[in-house]
């Protein structure tokens, strides 16, 4: 069965730092770009970042509110996506998805069931 | 950066119903545009892709066209298991994707 399955989502300090992960499974992850999307409670979906295929993950793109702050990577020979959240705001309460792209000129095909991120105080 | 703007926010439709739903970007764009589906407490799922290509497994009812600035996403017969929310996303330049802030379709 192919399959996303997040992790490490929890509650954070404001200034604070998470680190999430992402466990695939059933398909051939190396083949495939990866991405985050997170939700804020009650909103819409906002893109976050995207890696390409290769294990070094030389392609990293970010959304604008991230940049400098959070970290994507993968690692091919495990099977795993991660985020890298640091200096954490209010704002980035959300629940954080990640999802597969095969390239155009599907979309993204596979998503995970989401881990929630709660910055507070 | 592209702006992808849904129309309406809400729309308030019955079993059977005729649905469309409207995703307008701020400058022409490619044909890679996407729709998918989501329910409460649960991840986003694949509509269309690419303008108007129907996902694996997802029913014929779902249609998609559009060129340009205008997109739009049609049901032709709504049923009881697609009161949900929808979203565009326009996802032509690998570094940085849009969403449309999402239309919830709900029981008239």
């Known amino acids: 069965e192919v399959q996303l399955v997040e992790s490490g989502g929890g509650l954070v300090q404001p200034g604070g730092s998470l680190r999430l992960s992402c466990a695939a499974s059933g398909f051939t992850f190396s083949n495939y770009w990866m991405t985050w999307v997170r939700q804020a409670p009650g909103k819409g979906l906002e893109w976050v970042a995207n890696?390409?295929?290769?294990?070094?993950?030389?392609?990293?793109y970010y959304v604008a509110s991230v940049k400098g702050r959070f970290t994507i990577s993968r690692d091919n020979a495990k099977n795993t996506l991660s985020l890298e959240m640091n200096s954490l705001r209010d704002e980035d309460t959300a629940v954080y998805f990640c999802?597969?792209?095969?390239?155009?000129?599907?979309?993204?095909?596979?998503w995970g069931q989401g881990t929630v991120v709660t910055v507070s105080s | 950066d592209i702006q992808m703007t849904q129309s309406p926010s809400t729309l308030s439709a019955s079993v059977g119903d005729r649905v469309t739903i409207t995703c307008r970007a701020s400058q022409s764009i490619s044909t890679w545009l996407a729709w998918y589906q989501q329910k409460p407490g649960q991840a986003p799922k694949l509509l269309i892709y690419?303008?108007?290509s129907l996902d694996r497994g997802v029913p014929s009812r779902f249609s998609g066209s559009g060129s340009g600035t205008e997109f739009t996403l049609t049901i032709s017969s709504l049923q009881p298991d697609d009161f949900a929310s929808y979203y565009c996303?326009?996802?032509?330049?690998?570094?940085?994707?849009?969403f449309g802030q999402g239309t919830k379709v709900e029981v008239k």
């Open positions: 996303q326009h996802y032509g330049d690998y570094s940085t994707w849009t």
């Open positions: 999802a597969r792209w095969p390239g155009w000129p599907s979309a993204c095909d596979v």
């Open positions: 890696i390409n295929q290769r294990t070094s993950g030389s392609e990293k």
């Open positions: 690419a303008t108007s």
